[in-house]
């Protein structure tokens, strides 16, 4: 059964450096999406992503984030100046066209110190 | 507001019990409702779905019933087993790209 897969599993960064966590979404889903969830809180929605551009983004997604979809198979998010807060674990999902489920993957847990 | 906290309600049934878990949501405008389950250091993983023209909607033992007028969504898994153990998450999607989810329920399965 496909899946979303996500690397890496763990990152651990210093304050202030970048990162960027990578996913590969399910092959014929055109919709994809980053979510974080802090240690303890429930799943927040940061993106979604359609036809190469962002279509809907929450108020946590600030100009520190970016995300791409480089090549075919990847979609990546990026934090271009990492804070202590943003230590999580960051979700990717994607799902088809046509449906509406969305499916997720393993997550990478970021932490910042 | 959403509310969050460090503290997830939990649910602890026996094993072969059913189980019955609730949750309240916000938007009524929100016209797709989804279950996730997610074991520890995992991601959610999708368990059922319903749209809000339907109010009751059956799965492989698992049930998930939608009441609209007060805005409640209920998940019941029949014959609990230890692998069912998890936190579930209800989410909502209301037309537009994102879900919005629930805080959780821990189901804690004894033996």
């Known amino acids: 059964e496909p899946e979303v897969t996500q690397t890496p599993s763990h990152q651990v960064t210093q304050m202030g450096q970048e990162v960027i966590l990578r996913c590969v979404p399910i092959?014929?889903?055109?919709?994809f999406y980053w979510y974080r969830q802090i240690l303890g809180q429930k799943v927040e929605f940061l993106v979604s992503?359609?036809?190469?551009?962002?279509?809907?983004k929450s108020e946590i997604f600030d100009d520190q984030f970016s995300v791409e979809r480089p090549d075919g198979s990847n979609f990546t998010l990026k934090i271009r100046s990492t804070k202590l807060e943003d230590s999580a674990m960051y979700f990717c999902?994607?799902?088809?066209?046509?449906?509406?489920?969305?499916?997720f993957g393993p997550g990478t847990r970021l932490l910042v110190l | 507001g959403e509310s969050v906290g460090l503290h997830l309600p939990t649910l602890s049934v026996q094993e072969g019990d059913n189980s019955i878990i609730n949750c309240a949501y916000s938007?009524?405008?929100?016209?797709?409702f989804i279950w996730y389950k997610q074991e520890s250091g995992k991601g959610p993983q999708f368990i059922i779905d319903?749209?809000?023209?339907?109010d009751k909607r059956q799965g492989q033992r698992v049930t998930v019933l939608l009441n609209k007028t007060v805005k409640h969504l209920s998940l019941q898994i029949a014959a609990t087993q230890p692998g069912d153990s998890a936190v579930y998450f209800c989410?909502?999607?209301?037309?537009?790209?994102?879900?919005?989810f629930g805080t959780g329920t821990q189901l804690k399965v004894e033996l």
């Open positions: 319903i749209r809000s023209n339907m």
């Open positions: 999902a994607s799902r088809t066209g046509g449906g509406e489920t969305q499916y």
């Open positions: 938007n009524s405008a929100s016209d797709y």
């Open positions: 989410a909502e999607n209301d037309r537009g790209n994102k879900l919005t």
């Open positions: 092959s014929n889903h055109l919709y």
């Open positions: 992503f359609y036809n190469n551009e962002i279509s809907e």
